[in-house]
């Protein structure tokens, strides 16, 4: 695999970093949402739920939707693994050294 150097002197550094900081901001925000149901509405919002709702967000149409759906599934990847450990964690808490957290990104 080549890898693409990431120095400012490349000419394709600026697209990358536009890329990235909008990929970021899109993870971020559609976390948020997942996180603030899961919290206060003890809910999880699925990938089809936040995909519909963010599909007009500013991120979402700035990045080609093939790129925002993967950054939406891979969130909902991550959170269906957070609450699968959290369910193993009920059943056998020794295979964990402590409760699965969310945490801040």
Do not use: G
């Not at 550094?13 to 909008?22: A, G, Q, S, V």
């Amino acid at each position: 695999m080549r890898d693409i150097s990431h120095t400012k002197n490349h000419r394709f550094y600026d697209e990358i970093d536009r890329l990235c900081f909008l990929s970021k901001n899109l993870y971020n925000y559609a976390n948020y949402l997942v996180r603030q149901s899961f919290i206060f509405e003890n809910n999880y919002r699925h990938y089809y739920d936040l995909q519909k709702t963010l599909s007009t967000q500013p991120d979402y149409k700035a990045i080609p939707a093939k790129v925002s759906q993967q950054i939406l599934m891979i969130l909902d990847r991550n959170w269906k693994s957070f609450l699968a450990a959290n369910e193993v964690y009920k059943q056998n808490q020794s295979k964990f050294k402590s409760r699965p957290r969310l945490r801040w990104i």
